[in-house]
């Protein structure tokens, strides 16, 4: 993907091991990130190691390019971004090099993801213990440079409390180590000539620390954290210089980091959480500062909007969240035991509630399921905010002052009068327990007066927070977004960081315009979000509502690096979800030439999207992601035609029912390694790939000799291609058998293929005929009051979301919303007390793996809770990862060997379980798992039928 050699960059891509990207595509996905900003870069360089790092920065410096680190992309205040060479040090550079759990510290590369740390320390049962929202995808690399903290900074602090040690490459490509330093005449020389950068550092440093030493006292900020600017305060110890402190938060301005020593901490012991509801905000400060004398681990606020967001939208919370409420902060302490938590929250209800009647309410965790859901309301925060529908979304630009929390309810009262000020609707949540709030102000970046409004609303609220002696950033960083307020925060301290990021870097070639810059206020410059009447207009598949509103819901935040089965494996930017946003938003807004449409590079990132549905589940702006990819191939198929070998093997419906025809010798030819290479060779399905069975005796055939039952009710089974032709007695009997147990009349009409893989692969125009006579006659079905079930979930994916917005027909709206996955449908019974419970004992400890398709659909529970009410069975739900078969994808040879890769994690689960029975609810999968762990896998409405032929 893009690996080329620029005319610019090209003799530096013969110089290091790793990589240089300087295609366009490449350089566009890379000008954005999570911050608003686009800048686009030079190029990319993917270092495999130190020495690349050095030589790509010798390399800048005499060429005089500036150069930007960058780790996960995550950053919300543009230092992620630049324009000369952006290092990438995700791909390569992201390993455990040492550690020592006697010790409790740990020695890594910049690259690697805290939730991947923490995964490596558990069987030591210690961890990293800062954690951003962003913990499961951004870098440690990335959390140094901006000093990162989270919900639990009130005990553990920030990142650059468990900094121990640091290894950079200063801008002339000396490499330092940190740590404390005598003072004195200055370190050692280390060669004859001229003095080095560190040399250099280190004799000047103190006499410029003395010389600022008034400012030092008098500007620092009244708070508990502070990721503004340097941190001068820690850099002179008791007879000593330490760097450390002040490259962390230094946004790669001053080094760029290649190792971090770090310290850990053991995990936490049992922890308790509780709501405090309040009717008036004004007593938020207060009960806050009450709430720290009893040292929780963590007090968050959320204010009115997004609670009243949360009532409406989410049924399941709506008992957590009473009516009339201003705000609520969640609270959670850590104990050794669960009754000095209950007593520390008996002592909290006393002295708010109570004695000084500060808040109106206390609920407190009762069990797991409480505890679930105060999770979820503390964390509902951004994603309900993002997912609002409307030209005007939340905007993150004032989001990370802090205050401290005895000054907490000027600081909410004076932003919102700022909002009604400037008629902005905003939304306010964070972390009252250090006074670090995250407002969101809602405006429609695309108008001009819109971004103006940001600009001048922004210069108010900073001296709002100046005006309590707070900070600009509490733990996102400077950046791009906040440098231009630094003179104010800092006017006497601001000209010493001018003169240590001269000595650290004096042609400004290290993240230039982050921290300290000159040029005025870049806030309204350089916006990644399109101008209405700008840049090209979309065409074809992709001049529709779905797509536009994803190209403009997608903020950058990088959370699909955590889920994107592709993304996780191969750690490409290109392969995640934004990428495939960025691209499109590019080409909209006129700065990506749109001939980039019918580039190999283009169809490459489009391809890489497998429909698994996770962005609808897991993307915090729920952006349909992979219906934009299924768009843009759309396109691309139509205009350039697609391999025969790919019309052949996604026409579901006529290779099965020519395998059928041929069974048994099909089957025998399948497992002859002659055949199998022939028929890599013609279809591309790899050699190795275990496949179905034919079956001759289909379920059709087996339903014309079949008795049905005249049940009082009627439903109709939509019969999948696997089932009817692969495993007719599999799921298929068992429905048709646990539907009549319930006293159901099954229709099984003779549809048409579903068309999930042709639409998967953009071959959208091949199969509407036949999705309509599918869509007519379900419609027709509806009328008539049926509904229709699905024991194959990607067919009752494609009908419930793929076909409303490939016809935009009301009754494919219909039909979408008269459709139900068997689990769900069974269980709906259950809750409503109709279903048949008469049923048999069976000794079977499950392991249960839930499809990627299922979970996109929101059925997650159903299966298992069905499981769980036939006597004797226990259920172990496997960790919610990709199977790795993805369809058709995983079955190609290109694909084969990475499909392998996405299913380890499952692979490994299963063989270290004690599960004496496998099951999953998805052809696909039930493949894959015996191909990875050579086990057989049944669908829960096989075992389910299985009991009822047990019951009495």
């Known amino acids: 993907m893009g690996k080329t050699k620029g005319k610019m960059l090209g003799d530096l891509g013969r110089l290091i091991e790793g990589e240089v990207l300087t295609d366009d595509l490449s350089r566009t996905i890379y000008s954005c990130g999570a911050s608003l900003y686009r800048v686009k870069p030079l190029g990319i360089v993917q270092p495999r190691h130190k020495l690349d790092v050095i030589k790509a920065v010798q390399y800048a410096a005499e060429r005089g390019i500036p150069i930007t680190p960058r780790g996960g992309g995550t950053s919300r205040a543009g230092n992620e971004i630049g324009e000369g060479i952006i290092l990438d040090f995700s791909k390569y550079m992201n390993d455990v090099l040492e550690s020592n759990p006697e010790e409790k510290w740990v020695r890594v590369q910049p690259g690697i993801i805290l939730g991947t740390l923490n995964k490596f320390l558990k069987p030591h049962r210690l961890f990293f213990p800062i954690d951003p929202s962003t913990k499961d995808h951004c870098t440690l690399g990335g959390m140094i440079a901006n000093n990162s903290s989270g919900p639990h900074a009130v005990k553990y602090g920030a990142t650059r409390d468990y900094v121990l040690s640091l290894e950079a490459v200063l801008a002339d490509g000396e490499v330092i180590t940190t740590g404390p330093v005598p003072l004195g005449p200055g370190v050692a020389r280390k060669r004859e000539g001229a003095e080095t950068v560190e040399e250099k550092i280190y004799r000047v440093m103190p006499d410029l620390l003395q010389q600022y030493q008034e400012a030092l006292e008098k500007e620092k900020p009244f708070v508990m954290k502070n990721s503004s600017g340097y941190d001068l305060w820690r850099l002179k110890g008791e007879g000593y210089i330490d760097l450390t402190s002040l490259l962390v938060g230094s946004e790669g301005t001053l080094g760029i980091i290649t190792e971090a020593k770090v310290r850990l901490m053991p995990l936490p012991g049992k922890t308790l959480g509780g709501l405090i509801y309040f009717d008036n905000l004004d007593h938020i400060g207060m009960a806050t500062q009450m709430i720290m004398e009893f040292s929780p681990t963590m007090v968050e606020i959320i204010e009115r909007q997004i609670l009243d967001l949360a009532r409406k939208q989410k049924a399941e919370m709506r008992p957590y969240l009473p009516e009339g409420i201003e705000a609520l902060l969640f609270v959670e302490f850590e104990e050794k035991d669960e009754e000095r938590l209950r007593q520390k929250f008996r002592d909290v209800e006393q002295k708010l509630i109570r004695q000084e009647k500060t808040a109106v309410d206390l609920k407190v965790a009762k069990d797991d399921k409480d505890t679930d859901m105060f999770e979820k309301v503390r964390s509902i925060s951004g994603p309900i905010l993002n997912k609002i529908k409307g030209p005007k979304k939340p905007v993150a630009f004032i989001e990370d002052a802090a205050v401290h929390p005895s000054r907490l309810s000027e600081y909410i009262k004076g932003l919102r009068e700022l909002f009604k000020k400037y008629g902005v609707d905003a939304s306010i949540y ?36 100046l005006s309590l002696n707070g900070a600009i950033s509490g733990e996102h960083g400077t950046g791009r977004l906040r440098t231009h307020y630094l003179k104010k925060q800092y006017p006497g301290l601001y000209p010493a960081m001018i003169e240590i990021k001269n000595i650290f870097d004096p042609e400004n070639l290290f993240n230039p315009g982050c921290i300290v810059r000159t040029d005025g206020n870049p806030l309204g410059l350089s916006l990644k979000h399109t101008r209405k009447g700008s840049g090209v207009p979309l065409s074809g598949a992709l001049d529709q509502e779905p797509v536009r509103t994803a190209i403009e819901t997608c903020s950058g935040c990088g959370k699909c690096r955590s889920y994107c089965p592709i993304g996780q494996q191969i750690l490409e930017e290109w392969a995640i979800g934004r990428a495939k946003a960025t691209l499109l938003r590019e080409v909209v807004s006129g700065a ?273 809770e069905l499981l769980r009410l036939i006597p004797g069975v226990k259920v172990q739900v496997f960790s919610d990862a990709c199977c790795g078969a993805m369809g058709t994808f995983g079955m190609k040879k290109k694909n084969f060997d990475l499909s392998m890769t996405i299913g380890e994690m499952l692979f490994k689960e299963i063989e270290d379980s004690q599960v004496n029975q496998l099951s999953t609810g998805c052809g696909a999968c039930k493949l894959q798992i015996f191909q990875g762990s050579h086990r057989e896998a049944t669908h829960p409405i096989s075992l389910l039928a299985s009991a009822y032929k047990k019951g009495v």
Request: proline fraction near 5%; include cysteine; charge should be neutral.
């Open 592 to 864: 990506l030439d749109p001939k980039i449409f019918d580039s190999p590079q283009y169809k490459e990132v489009m391809d890489s999207c497998v429909n698994c549905k996770r962005c609808l589940t897991d993307c915090p702006s729920g952006v349909d992601i992979p219906w934009l990819a299924l768009s843009a191939r759309a396109n691309y198929v139509k205009k350039h035609g697609e391999p025969l070998s790919q019309r052949l093997f996604t026409n579901t419906r006529s290779l099965c029912e020519t395998g059928s025809v041929l069974a048994p010798l099909a089957n025998l030819a399948n497992s002859l390694a002659p055949v199998r290479k022939c028929l890599e060779a013609a279809l591309g399905v790899d050699h190795r790939r275990h496949l179905p069975q034919f079956q001759r005796r289909t379920l059709r055939k087996i339903l014309k000799k079949r008795s049905h039952l005249n049940g009082n009710k009627k439903v109709v089974y939509f019969l999948s291609c696997y089932t009817n032709f692969n495993e007719p007695e599999g799921d298929g009997v068992a429905t048709l058998e646990v539907l009549e147990k319930n006293g159901f009349h099954v229709l099984v009409p003779d549809f048409n293929c579903c068309g999930i893989a042709r639409i998967s692969t953009g071959a959208i125009h091949r199969i509407v005929e036949e999705i309509q006579s599918n869509v007519k006659k379900m419609a027709s079905l509806v009328d008539q009051g049926f509904s229709i079930v699905f024991s194959e979930p990607s067919c009752a994916l494609a009908v419930k979301m793929e076909y409303p917005k490939i016809l935009n027909s009301e009754d494919a709206l219909k039909v979408a919303n008269s459709s139900y996955d068997i689990h769900q449908f069974l269980m709906t019974l259950h809750k409503k007390g109709e279903l048949n419970l008469n049923l048999g004992e069976m000794d079977l400890n499950i392991g249960y793996h839930n499809p990627c398709h299922l979970r996109a659909l929101g059925v997650v529970q159903e299966p298992v």
């Open 430 to 465: 964070g972390h009252a327990a250090d006074g670090n709030l995250h407002p969101m102000v809602f405006l429609d970046l695309s108008q001009e007066d819109e971004v103006k409004k940001m600009v001048t609303l922004a210069e108010d609220c900073y001296d709002l927070v």
